[in-house]
């Protein structure tokens, strides 16, 4: 069984200062794919970046990009100029294939943006 | 905006009542999968289905089921509710060529 393990129970920034959360995972998979998702106060879980585990280049979207070291089943997020938009929990989530029927998450990070 | 609704929005019921939430998937989305969040935990997939049939279940109960519809809505059933219940019901639909999931707003249920 795949487990997805976030360390950081909680993270706060300064606003246009850079952050990054951390994630780690278990599995025996070779192909799979990872996601950062955010979920605001509002509960809509909204996907922020994905990274396809055959891909060695790091996933990027404007200001978030992540850290993907395969060897070590890690994940981290990069936020840079962090904005006040961006406090929320942000959840780290693992899929096994394209035909994967699940996602399994981990407990989340609430990261706060201080002005 | 992902394009999925839920409904209700909040919902509160009484330990042994059953209960029906309802998801409304993105049109060409074929798969819709639901996850049950406890407060400040992570989603917790309970089952998805494709095409109307159930296609792969988490460590949930039988009391936990649910249908597929051709018009892209679908609905959680869960029967005599119990207090540990209580925690916000989210769907996701995907499927096409894609596999991302998109996720709706969620339900919070309530059980007392």
């Known amino acids: 069984a795949q487990t997805v393990t976030q360390s950081q129970p909680e993270m706060s920034v300064q606003e246009a200062e850079t952050v990054t959360l951390s994630c780690t995972y278990d599995t025996s998979e070779n192909n799979y794919y990872l996601f950062w998702y955010k979920q605001p106060p509002s509960r809509q879980m909204i996907l922020v970046i994905r990274q396809e585990a055959y891909k060695q280049q790091n996933a990027t979207e404007n200001r978030f990009s992540v850290n993907f070291q395969k060897a070590a089943k890690s994940f981290s997020l990069k936020i840079s100029d962090s904005q006040l938009g961006d406090t929320a929990m942000y959840f780290c989530?693992?899929?096994?294939?394209?035909?994967?029927?699940?996602?399994?998450f981990g407990a989340g990070t609430i990261l706060r943006v201080k002005s | 905006e992902t394009g999925v609704t839920q409904s209700p929005t909040h919902l509160i019921k009484t330990r042994g009542q059953q209960v029906t939430l309802r998801c409304s998937s993105q049109s060409g989305h074929n798969t819709v999968s639901w996850y049950q969040q406890a407060l400040g935990q992570g989603p917790q997939f309970i089952f998805q289905y494709y095409r109307e049939e159930e296609n792969g279940r988490g460590n949930f109960p039988p009391r936990f089921s649910g249908l597929q519809f051709p018009n892209y809505s679908s609905e959680l059933n869960v029967n005599a509710l119990e207090l540990d219940d209580s925690a916000l019901y989210l769907c996701?639909?995907?499927?096409?060529?894609?596999?991302?999931?998109?996720f709706g707003p969620g339900t919070r249920l309530t059980v007392t």
């Open positions: 989530a693992f899929m096994r294939d394209q035909y994967g029927n699940k996602l399994v």
């Open positions: 996701a639909s995907g499927g096409g060529n894609s596999y991302e999931q998109y």
